[in-house]
């Protein structure tokens, strides 16, 4: 019995040691940057009411395959043409599928591998029951109380602005790029971006572009968002997860409800819709967000940074914690989330079919057929079709490479604007989609982040109510596109 207990004393001893000589393997945070300059002046009140010029063209994606009003995006093309002159004047404008444009900007060594820089033009629709909640009307364009307001001030006008304000700025100072960049605003990224990005993608591989750096909307600047990390951290997307839409079309005899089939359509879809909720999709701490955490080991608490620094042995326990919240557990698994259901047209009449859409965001690892595949098993129901929805389904995104010199030029950057601060850089897998999943066929260099800083609440503006962006904020993500490509000749 001692022996027994001398044994699991030595065990536990051994393992405290190997948890506590990881933990303090884990390397120091990087060091704090030095206050670099910015490459050009921004008057923010100037640049603010530029924004605001072009949060008026109500240039929103409905639907796939809904009416488009071409006159808005047309607007916006010829507004942004005549705002920034030198940058109309200089780089060479391309209309790609219309409503798409494509900006060429030859660099001194047109040899050297491309920059590539991605926003997109398309908003989302507004609800009309929300418009009452809105402080200020969506396509106003109002400047007050220090933001700019609108639909697409978060989400994407303001990179496709910010962009524009840096080259306008870089020109009027003679700059010139060491390296061709590309600047590529697709018009249909809100719903999956299969006419726009995907088109500008397939132009610029016909044309041999091997980008040394694809750059599109995704991470962010925020505070309080990662448990242990008190301060402000930036977090850059480094992959993104997989869309699909099935169709689940449950089938059966019709006639009147005085006398029902045992087997009715509805009956046999809500069946099927309920399986699928109580047999998500296995968890894993794998991928992109094992990553995050191992990022996120310098910067922890002792306490937090043991765990983080021995996620061999620690992983289910994190897992468990994680999957607590809907933001945790959409990081570990595949989500599924039903959508929409039809069924019947009248209270005393069986209907000959029943329909429902359900949502899945796949994480990397599994692909459109498995899951597919997965979810017609758990159904496991003849009744019940499975099909999918459209065409606007894609498998989750490779992941870039953290060892490039294009992640280190972006975290570089970011860095330098937060001088004497240990900012926190970090890489993380994008839930949402975006038009940089075009380049993940072709690319390990593909990136995501806008270098806005968020405060309380505005992640629950993007896509909602009283969107808006600070004025000084608008101005800090000028200054990054402007320290970034004044930076690509590091590439
Ligand atoms: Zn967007």
Redesign the pocket.
């Given at each position: 019995m001692k022996k027994l207990l001398a044994l699991i004393g030595l065990v536990v001893l051994l393992l405290a040691g190997i948890l506590v000589v990881r933990t303090l393997r884990v390397p120091a945070p990087a060091p704090a940057a030095l206050a670099g300059s910015s490459p050009i002046t921004v008057d923010e009140a100037a640049a603010a009411g530029r924004l605001a010029g072009a949060v008026r063209f109500a240039t929103v994606s409905f639907g796939s395959g809904a009416p488009i009003d071409t006159a808005a995006f047309l607007g916006l093309h010829q507004y942004l043409a005549t705002t920034f002159p030198l940058t109309r004047s200089t780089l060479v404008r391309e209309t790609v599928a219309g409503l798409s444009l494509l900006y060429t900007w030859h660099g001194i060594d047109t040899t050297l591998a491309p920059v590539v820089l991605m926003g997109?033009l398309d908003v989302v629709p507004v609800p009309k029951p929300n418009l009452p909640e809105w402080t200020h009307q969506p396509f106003s364009g109002d400047v007050a109380d220090g933001f700019v307001w609108g639909r697409g001030t978060l989400?994407?006008k303001t990179?496709v602005l910010s962009i524009f304000e840096a080259i306008e700025g870089l020109l009027a100072k003679g700059f010139r790029p060491a390296r061709t960049v590309y600047l590529t605003f697709g018009h249909d990224?809100?719903v999956g971006g299969l006419y726009g990005a995907r088109a500008i993608v397939a132009l610029l591989v016909s044309r041999g572009v091997k980008p040394a750096l694809v750059l599109d909307?995704g991470g962010f600047m925020t505070k309080g968002l990662l448990p242990g990390l008190n301060g402000r951290t930036a977090i850059i997307g480094i992959a993104e997860k997989g869309y699909l839409s099935l169709k689940l079309r449950a089938v059966a005899q019709g006639g009147h409800s005085s006398m029902p089939t045992g087997r009715t359509a509805v009956g046999a879809l809500s069946r099927a819709v309920a399986a699928l909720e109580a047999d998500p999709f296995p968890s894993s701490l794998g991928g992109p967000t094992r990553g995050t955490l191992e990022a996120m080991a310098p910067y922890a608490p002792f306490l937090q940074r043991i765990v983080m620094a021995n996620l061999w042995l620690t992983a289910p326990l994190v897992e468990r914690s994680m999957s607590r919240l809907p933001l945790g557990a959409a990081l570990l698994h595949t989500t599924t989330s039903p959508t929409m259901l039809t069924a019947g047209v009248k209270d005393n009449v069986l209907p000959p079919e029943a329909t429902a859409v359900v949502n899945f965001r796949i994480i990397s690892g599994e692909t459109v057929a498995s899951v597919t595949d997965r979810v017609r098993r758990v159904i496991n129901d003849s009744q019940v079709v499975v099909e999918p929805l459209d065409s606007a389904h894609v498998d989750p995104s490779p992941v870039s490479d953290l060892n490039s010199s294009a992640y280190r030029l972006i975290s570089e950057t970011i860095r330098g604007m937060a001088p004497g601060e240990q900012l926190p850089v970090l890489p993380y897998l994008v839930m949402?989609g975006?038009d940089a999943k075009f380049w993940g066929a072709h690319t390990d260099r593909a990136f995501r982040f806008l270098a806005v800083p968020l405060g309380d609440g505005d992640l629950a503006r993007?896509h909602g109510v009283n969107e808006r962006i600070a004025v000084s904020g608008y101005a800090t993500s000028v200054s990054f596109f402007a320290r970034l490509l004044a930076g690509i000749d590091r590439l």
């Amino acid at each position: 019995m001692k022996k027994l207990l001398a044994l699991i004393g030595l065990v536990v001893l051994l393992l405290a040691g190997i948890l506590v000589v990881r933990t303090l393997r884990v390397p120091a945070p990087a060091p704090a940057a030095l206050a670099g300059s910015s490459p050009i002046t921004v008057d923010e009140a100037a640049a603010a009411g530029r924004l605001a010029g072009a949060v008026r063209f109500a240039t929103v994606s409905f639907g796939s395959g809904a009416p488009i009003d071409t006159a808005a995006f047309l607007g916006l093309h010829q507004y942004l043409a005549t705002t920034f002159p030198l940058t109309r004047s200089t780089l060479v404008r391309e209309t790609v599928a219309g409503l798409s444009l494509l900006y060429t900007w030859h660099g001194i060594d047109t040899t050297l591998a491309p920059v590539v820089l991605m926003g997109h033009l398309d908003v989302v629709p507004v609800p009309k029951p929300n418009l009452p909640e809105w402080t200020h009307q969506p396509f106003s364009g109002d400047v007050a109380d220090g933001f700019v307001w609108g639909r697409g001030t978060l989400d994407d006008k303001t990179t496709v602005l910010s962009i524009f304000e840096a080259i306008e700025g870089l020109l009027a100072k003679g700059f010139r790029p060491a390296r061709t960049v590309y600047l590529t605003f697709g018009h249909d990224e809100e719903v999956g971006g299969l006419y726009g990005a995907r088109a500008i993608v397939a132009l610029l591989v016909s044309r041999g572009v091997k980008p040394a750096l694809v750059l599109d909307e995704g991470g962010f600047m925020t505070k309080g968002l990662l448990p242990g990390l008190n301060g402000r951290t930036a977090i850059i997307g480094i992959a993104e997860k997989g869309y699909l839409s099935l169709k689940l079309r449950a089938v059966a005899q019709g006639g009147h409800s005085s006398m029902p089939t045992g087997r009715t359509a509805v009956g046999a879809l809500s069946r099927a819709v309920a399986a699928l909720e109580a047999d998500p999709f296995p968890s894993s701490l794998g991928g992109p967000t094992r990553g995050t955490l191992e990022a996120m080991a310098p910067y922890a608490p002792f306490l937090q940074r043991i765990v983080m620094a021995n996620l061999w042995l620690t992983a289910p326990l994190v897992e468990r914690s994680m999957s607590r919240l809907p933001l945790g557990a959409a990081l570990l698994h595949t989500t599924t989330s039903p959508t929409m259901l039809t069924a019947g047209v009248k209270d005393n009449v069986l209907p000959p079919e029943a329909t429902a859409v359900v949502n899945f965001r796949i994480i990397s690892g599994e692909t459109v057929a498995s899951v597919t595949d997965r979810v017609r098993r758990v159904i496991n129901d003849s009744q019940v079709v499975v099909e999918p929805l459209d065409s606007a389904h894609v498998d989750p995104s490779p992941v870039s490479d953290l060892n490039s010199s294009a992640y280190r030029l972006i975290s570089e950057t970011i860095r330098g604007m937060a001088p004497g601060e240990q900012l926190p850089v970090l890489p993380y897998l994008v839930m949402g989609g975006t038009d940089a999943k075009f380049w993940g066929a072709h690319t390990d260099r593909a990136f995501r982040f806008l270098a806005v800083p968020l405060g309380d609440g505005d992640l629950a503006r993007v896509h909602g109510v009283n969107e808006r962006i600070a004025v000084s904020g608008y101005a800090t993500s000028v200054s990054f596109f402007a320290r970034l490509l004044a930076g690509i000749d590091r590439l």
